[in-house]
């Protein structure tokens, strides 16, 4: 059965004689016995494994962080299924490209032939395009196998998300990626052919910088081996020879992708609960990876009030004043005012009692009748106001001897009903006190 793929040779074969390949390209894994990690899918007996052997493939999503394998896993399935692989850029193709290819798998269909339609970084499609598979993946008339790097739940529209299967891959172990060096180390299609020396603390330092991407750390393998020093026919790698090459450690972080918001949700969450060790290596992840200090010095102000509030007024200036110092200063010396401020949030006592009020507040104004707001707290600013009772019996607190009165300030259908549930964590017990002072007063001088 023909193939159309972007592989340009999906059989097993040496690497070529003429003609630059990365090693990372050499050494892409043909096979599943030759495919590293994600053995809870592709172990055998595992569910995509069986898929796969059984050439029973339905339409799926294969979410992962880059160099897991998801294209890897793609070339496998282009190598031993019987069905016509077509595969998609989703940069380059649009809508008429996409048409031409459903109207052939549904020939192919009729006559008895499936077609799987492999569509790399799935997430750079529009709503048009993904719309443009849906009526061939309901009909069955195309397989589509996505792959992306971005949350499907987010970047894939839910009715086409709903006719699709989810694996996610995860990053590679350390130990997985030193496996896959040691293979390339040994393999005719790597440096089989050459003696090299390079100690296991090397490979493991390379695995701990590669950060789960395969593609990086053999990319990185291969410039160690390629600017190693020859001595007797043996290619040394060295620790300065590796460590000029790897430079420094590059971040997975995207400002506009899943792992923005996986980011600042665990600084905000290590500072919720109280880990102020956590807190700063979360943010020292986000400013070292290049996120703007006034995004976070944001989510930071609004932490003070949502998080700690009531339980540490204080906590509102300091954040405001991180914020502004990371204006006056900018990257890299406001990284000092974060972390004090990151600190301060950290440590302070919490409360939502405040936060939490506002909204329960805000639900009765959604959803109960607007009632007029009480005659007596109105504003008479003219005759006609103060005829129709405008300001008629108000009460200024000011002048009674406990600053309070018995005046009704809430509308009629809202009277007893209390918001603010002050806790006992740091200043807030204070507040506590006085709200129960405050009831006390009421219950003793309102009228009965």
């Not at 090693?23 to 043909?30: C, T």
């Not at 008479?380 to 005829?387: H, I, P």
């Not at 018995?406 to 002050?422: A, E, F, R, V, W």
Request: hydrophobic content about 40%.
């Amino acid at each position: 059965m023909r193939q159309e793929s972007l592989f340009d040779d999906p059989e097993p074969k040496q690497a070529p004689t003429s003609g630059y390949q990365p090693l990372a390209s050499r050494m892409r894994p043909r096979t599943l016995a030759e495919f590293a990690g994600q053995t809870n899918l592709v172990g055998e007996g595992r569910v995509l494994y069986n898929l796969i052997k059984n050439d029973q493939i339905s339409s799926m999503i294969l979410w992962g962080p880059p160099g897991v394998g998801k294209t890897t896993l793609a070339q496998i399935i282009a190598n031993e299924t019987k069905a016509r692989f077509v595969t998609f850029s989703a940069v380059n193709s649009g809508i008429k490209d996409i048409r031409t290819v459903m109207q052939d798998a549904e020939d192919d269909r009729a006559a008895g032939r499936k077609t799987i339609v492999f569509v790399d970084e799935i997430h750079r499609f529009n709503k048009a395009q993904q719309d443009a598979f849906l009526p061939y993946v309901e009909r069955g008339s195309i397989i589509l196998i996505g792959a992306t790097t971005e949350n499907p739940s987010f970047e894939i529209n839910s009715a086409l998300l709903s006719r699709l299967r989810v694996f996610v891959l995860h990053a590679l172990t350390e130990d997985e990626l030193v496996a896959q060096m040691h293979r390339a180390l040994t393999a005719p299609q790597g440096f089989g052919d050459i003696k090299v020396q390079i100690d296991a603390d090397l490979l493991h330092k390379i695995a701990s910088y590669a950060n789960g991407d395969a593609r990086t750390a053999l990319n990185t393998l291969e410039m160690a081996v390629t600017n190693g020093r020859v001595k007797d026919d043996v290619t040394v790698v060295t620790a300065d020879d590796l460590s000029q090459i790897m430079g420094k450690k590059a971040l997975l972080y995207d400002k506009d992708g899943e792992e923005h918001y996986n980011l600042i949700s665990a600084l905000h969450k290590s500072m919720r609960n109280s880990d102020v060790d956590a807190a700063l290596y979360w943010l020292s992840r986000m400013l070292t990876a290049g996120e703007d200090p006034l995004y976070v010095a944001r989510r930071e102000v609004q932490f003070a009030s949502e998080d700690v509030g009531m339980a540490d007024s204080r906590a509102l200036e300091v954040a405001v004043a991180a914020f502004q110092a990371c204006q006056f200063l900018g990257m890299p010396e406001c990284q000092a005012n974060l972390a004090h401020c990151t600190t301060y949030l950290a440590l302070a006592p919490k409360s939502s009692a405040a936060y939490d009020a506002y909204f329960s507040a805000k639900a009765d104004a959604e959803h109960t009748m607007a009632e007029p707001v009480p005659l007596q707290i109105r504003n008479g600013v003219t005759k006609l106001m103060k005829d129709e009772g405008y300001g008629k019996n108000y009460q200024y607190a000011q002048d009674a001897p406990d600053k309070l009165t018995t005046m009704q300030t809430m509308p009629d259908n809202l009277i007893g009903k209390h918001y603010y549930h002050p806790t006992q964590q740091g200043s807030e017990a204070r507040w506590a006190q006085r709200v129960a002072q405050i009831a006390a007063w009421h219950q003793e001088h309102d009228p009965k």
